[in-house]
């Protein structure tokens, strides 16, 4: 007698799902030996790649620097034109805001990001304003990276928690974990997706500051042997809470939603207030551009998380393949869009390579996946996005390895 529909089906499901190598079944020695190998067919960091981040930085401050400009000509215009209708007025006012935001998120993800993870500092006579050892630290975060997170806090948070944790419940950017208040809510569907959305516009300030610090101070406890648990604290009447509004918040709102207005004032207080405007849709459009490209990096239905720590190298690159995504790469425009995160896998192997390598590793990375028989994925960040999301408000979970 056949086999029964039903049978069948199930026999279907499970011919996708074990499509690719099952993780106990990889041999995680021999892949340790083929990652490490890449680092043989590359150069050593040099003159070439310090470079390739000097043109992303400018090209990061060409951006915000016309968007300025823009609300500069924009004000201009209205106190020699007696002002301008909504018409006009409006449409160049989101383009100098879009500039402002995408100079914002270059400035992070492009400049920041890789310096903070050391991938310059064996350039031959780097200036020192380039290195993980000087780059924002002390006065020189109001120079090198000024944002609502404070550049030590977060780079305890994400090169070391997230990236060697990756996918446990240690991983401070656990989504389907750090979402569970929601997703185990009795809130309706369709009120969790507007809840999400309004999120994304808004998270630095609302999860990546007060997280980064929470992060820090409970390493700060372990280090100084404390039981107390640190957590969010928002209310400034808090000890926590007055060290996020003060050394976090507070400087940033100051010169971005003040001092960078008040800079307008020769052209009028309306000026000002034009400025202040777009400067404030530049940081929404800014929140949902860095959402957009960072959060789906881990987060998705064919996502694996997993619930011990790695015991090997192997391991853990395996686990750098199965936990991450990549968006669609390309050229270095593309790339500078997708503030180099649509390498994920990449970045994720090598997190202290400088951006200029991913381009060269990633052909060497997906034959050793193919060898290995693992999945590769890369598709297009709003796909992605839209798949997170899904996670995000339940609909979908991250999948589990068995026997861990």
């Not at 990633?362 to 996670?391: G, T, W």
Request: aromatic share 14%; with cysteine; hydrophobic share 40%.
């Amino acid at each position: 007698m056949g086999k029964q529909p039903e049978e069948i089906e199930e026999l279907a499901i499970a011919d996708k799902e074990h499509k690719y190598a099952r993780y106990a079944d990889v041999d995680k020695e021999q892949l340790e030996k083929d990652i490490d190998a890449i680092k043989d067919t590359m150069d050593p960091v040099g003159e070439e790649d310090f470079q390739h981040l000097l043109k992303l930085e400018r090209w990061g401050r060409m951006f915000t620097f016309s968007g300025y400009g823009l609300i500069a000509i924009l004000s201009l215009v209205e106190l020699l034109s007696g002002g301008l209708s909504g018409f006009v007025f409006w449409p160049i006012a989101v383009v100098a805001a879009l500039l402002i935001s995408t100079g914002n998120v270059a400035r992070w993800a492009d400049v920041t990001h890789p310096i903070l993870h050391g991938a310059y500092d064996k350039v031959p006579n780097i200036p020192e304003k380039y290195t993980k050892k000087v780059f924002a630290k002390g006065a020189r975060r109001y120079i090198d990276w000024l944002d609502w997170i404070k550049p030590q806090a977060w780079e305890y948070e994400h090169n070391i928690m997230h990236h060697y944790h990756l996918g446990e419940t240690e991983d401070p950017d656990n989504v389907e974990k750090n979402l569970q208040w929601l997703i185990q809510s009795k809130t309706p569907m369709f009120l969790r997706y507007v809840i999400v959305y309004g999120f994304a516009g808004m998270w630095k300030f609302l999860y990546y500051a007060p997280n980064t610090l929470r992060i820090l101070e409970n390493k700060k406890n372990r280090d100084q042997k404390k039981l107390e648990v640190t957590d969010y604290e928002l209310d400034p009447r808090t000890k926590n809470g007055l060290e996020l509004w003060m050394e976090y918040y507070l400087p940033y709102g100051i010169i971005k939603f003040i001092v960078f207005p008040l800079l307008f004032i020769p052209l009028g207080l309306e000026a000002v207030f034009n400025a202040f405007i777009i400067i404030l849709i530049a940081e929404f459009f800014a929140n949902l551009h860095s959402f957009l490209v960072i959060v789906p990096n881990h987060s998705a239905e064919d996502i694996y998380m997993f619930n011990e720590p790695h015991k090997s190298t192997g391991e853990f690159y395996l686990r750098q393949i199965m936990g991450s995504v990549n968006y669609n790469t390309g050229s270095d425009f593309k790339d500078f869009a997708h503030g180099f995160l649509n390498y994920q896998i990449e970045h994720h192997l090598f997190p202290n390579m400088p951006h200029s390598y991913y381009q060269k590793m990633q052909p060497i990375v997906k034959d050793i996946c193919k060898k290995h028989n693992l999945e590769y994925r890369q598709e297009s960040v709003f796909k992605r996005a839209l798949m997170s999301i899904d996670l995000m408000v339940g609909k979908t979970k991250l999948l589990r390895v068995d026997g861990i």
